[in-house]
């Protein structure tokens, strides 16, 4: 069975502007899957060649087996899409704005209302979308990108103007989707979150794809250390010369991932029941931080 998105080789020239270089990728059903790089990478020129919006110099894009471009509007009707910048018509009303999106994507309108309680608009959808804030007006746009329960679904800075509320149930949208068997695609800047809510990550760099993998996948690629970190009431033990300490109870150090259990089987038997530990695993930020440095190198 082939995966929902498949790319192939796929390049992207703008004149003499190569936006992506021979990018290959597959995309699975029931995946959460983040596009991570830096302004200008190449991640919303990946996103309209997956939506068919435009088309790539050279590779092939195949999304649910068909051409995005050739498959027309039969096709588009099974993803959803949150562009980067929400616009609309601050003249009309939510629940008019939603009732549009539904008549072109062929979809009933009486399920908008679901669509609008889910994302918490229920009391606003009668307002003008002028009269609406940033964070109305992200959570409005995510609702238009859930009309017809996609199969697959585009978010581009999906949390840009969220409240931590509304972040937090964004992604258990995500969940749910992701639970039916949708392909979700997120491109965002917001590392920390894509940490606890991405399967697997896309890191690109100047059109390039320069990682993917889970975040385990990334860690061991990257052979980032860990960090330990000991908290006493009391004073510390001689913990040993590898330990830095940072005040009274306080020590810390660092080490290889495959290390940490070693560290760990010495230290047990020196703490006591009030001692805090901690460890600290290389954070997404850390290892988009390392691939790209190790890109730019010579």
Not at 196 to 223: E, Q, Y
Request: proline residues 6%.
């Amino acid at each position: 069975m082939n995966p929902p998105i498949e790319l192939v080789g796929v390049s992207k020239n703008y004149g003499e502007h190569v936006a992506v270089r021979d990018v290959s990728f597959e995309l699975n059903a029931g995946a959460t899957v983040a596009l991570v790089g830096h302004n200008g990478a190449g991640k919303s020129t990946l996103i309209k060649l997956m939506l068919g919006v435009t088309t790539p110099s050279s590779g092939s894009v195949r999304v649910l087996g068909l051409d995005p471009v050739s498959g027309g509007p039969a096709l588009r009707r099974r993803f959803g899409f949150l562009p980067e910048n929400t616009a609309f018509h601050p003249s009309i009303t939510g629940r008019e704005a939603m009732a549009f999106f539904a008549r072109l994507k062929g979809e009933p309108i009486a399920a908008n209302a679901a669509l609008l309680d889910r994302v918490g608009l229920s009391a606003a959808a009668d307002r003008r979308i002028g009269a609406y804030s940033k964070g109305m007006r992200q959570r409005l746009g995510l609702a238009q990108a859930l009309i017809g329960v996609p199969g697959i679904l585009f978010l581009d800075e999906p949390t840009t103007g969220l409240d931590p509320a509304s972040r937090q149930n964004l992604y258990e949208i995500l969940r749910e989707l992701r639970g039916r068997g949708a392909t979700v695609l997120l491109s965002s800047h917001a590392l920390s979150e894509l940490q606890d809510n991405a399967d697997r990550v896309l890191v690109l760099d100047r059109g390039n794809l320069i990682a993917d993998g889970s975040l385990a996948t990334l860690r061991d690629l990257a052979h980032l250390p860990v960090r330990i970190s000991v908290r006493s009431p009391k004073d510390l033990p001689d913990l040993g010369e590898e330990w830095r300490t940072l005040g009274k109870g306080h020590a810390t150090r660092h080490c290889e991932a495959g290390e940490k259990l070693a560290v760990l089987q010495a230290l047990l038997p020196k703490l006591n029941p009030a001692d805090a530990l901690e460890l600290d695993e290389p954070s997404l930020d850390d290892l988009y931080a390392h691939f790209l440095c190790g890109e730019a190198a010579p």
